[in-house]
């Protein structure tokens, strides 16, 4: 997988502009990444997936992230999804997780509501951040259970906080995707009207997963977190690289030395490398550390805080290299043609995602100060 996403991600990379004028990945991106097994990453052995640990996965991910933002945040959209493979019926895993170029995505949020049907639900709802939708085989959705009367799949389970499955062709993608960076993940808002779900095509993580293997006992949010502060890893590393190469050749106006002449630039590399290989630090910790205890049996609140601080933490970390980079290049930064305006509104716009927003601080630290704290979601 290493050496394929190796081969895509210089490719990607200089189709900045085809991507963000289009506003998604082009279809033979979409396909190209599909081909490098990460869109289904987490899916189980048995339907052919590579079932990877959670610390391969943000390596592909940062990759990826390095060479086309984007890119690494449809891989992390998709990847994450297909870790619910874990969670779904079995006669249903090979259905949706077992072709070698499925494209996964959805928004966990329960902006939907389920109707009662025979053998299955019917569902009508609308929900935003549809990352990589328009190059999906499945898109999922968060909803409401029905209401009257309760309703009991095919095993017996009354539906608690089911993400379901929706095909593409079932899907209305609504076009509202106008924003300031990670423009290529197409991240639109959708909508379904009487969707029909048949029986078992979804994932209800209030059970926990039917799959107990290591993987599949991470918690979710978790991972989901850090696929987040992966990318924003990748597009720091990046800016970093860009803006060494842009201060040995740039000699500000009226000066005869570059811009890796001058010792305030030289602080602003030395504390961007300092920022995003800090972040990346303490984030392969918390992976590690999570990823040891759920071998052990399920991962403790102490741990989950620390794997969601990790992220926050790591994201932050990862926007303060890049703003150095921004800030040191003076006006070069603002013109198109110069990558790191493209790296400064790529990872902003990835520090505003719910995962690793900064007021999740308030409940880690709530955690830390020993307060009652709702460890829902973490």
């Known amino acids: 997988m290493v050496t394929a996403i190796e081969a895509l991600g210089p490719k990607t990379g200089g189709r900045a502009d085809e991507i963000d004028d289009a506003a998604r990945l082009p279809p033979d991106v979409a396909a190209g990444l599909a081909s490098t097994g990460i869109t289904r990453g987490f899916a189980p052995a048995e339907v052919g997936g590579a079932e990877l640990a959670v610390a391969d996965y943000v390596d592909a991910v940062e990759r990826l992230g390095y060479h086309e933002a984007s890119l690494g945040w449809c891989a992390m959209i998709s990847c994450t999804t297909s870790l619910l493979s874990g969670y779904v019926p079995e006669p249903w895993i090979e259905p949706l997780f077992g072709s070698a170029g499925v494209t996964l995505g959805g928004f966990a949020g329960s902006m939907g509501q389920a109707t009662s049907v025979e053998r299955g639900i019917t569902v009508t709802g609308q929900w935003p951040w549809g990352s990589g939708s328009y190059n999906c085989d499945w898109i999922g959705g968060g909803v409401r259970p029905p209401k009257d009367p309760v309703y009991l799949d095919g095993e017996g389970r009354q539906l608690r906080a089911p993400f379901v499955f929706f095909a593409r062709d079932q899907v209305e993608l609504l076009d509202t995707w106008r924003v300031a960076g990670l423009k290529g993940t197409g991240s639109t808002d959708y909508a379904v009207t009487d969707a029909l779900v048949p029986d078992g095509r979804w994932a209800d993580m209030a059970y926990g997963p039917r799959i107990d293997r290591t993987l599949y006992r991470f918690p979710f949010f978790g991972a989901l977190a850090v696929g987040v502060a992966a990318v924003t890893l990748g597009i720091a590393r990046r800016a970093v690289d ?84 921004y800030h040191g290049a003076g006006g070069s930064a603002v013109y198109l043609d110069n990558p790191l305006q493209r790296h400064f509104r790529d990872v902003h716009v990835a520090t505003q995602h719910a995962m690793v927003a900064p007021r999740l601080n308030e409940v880690l630290g709530r955690a830390r100060l020993g307060l009652p704290t709702d460890f829902a979601g973490l």
């Not at 030395?257 to 030289?266: D, N, S």
């Not at 102490?302 to 990790?310: E, G, I, N, Q, T």
């Open 242 to 325: 860009d803006f060494v190469e842009l201060a040995t050749v740039k000699k500000p106006s009226m000066s005869s030395r570059t811009l890796a002449e001058r010792q305030v630039i030289q602080a602003e590399v030395a504390l961007a490398e300092a920022a995003w290989r800090s972040g990346r630090a303490f984030l392969d910790q918390a992976i590690a550390d999570a990823w040891a205890a759920t071998e052990q049996g399920t991962v403790g609140d102490s741990a989950k805080v620390l794997l969601r601080l990790a992220a926050v933490n790591a994201t932050e970390r990862a926007a303060y290299a890049v703003d150095r980079c």
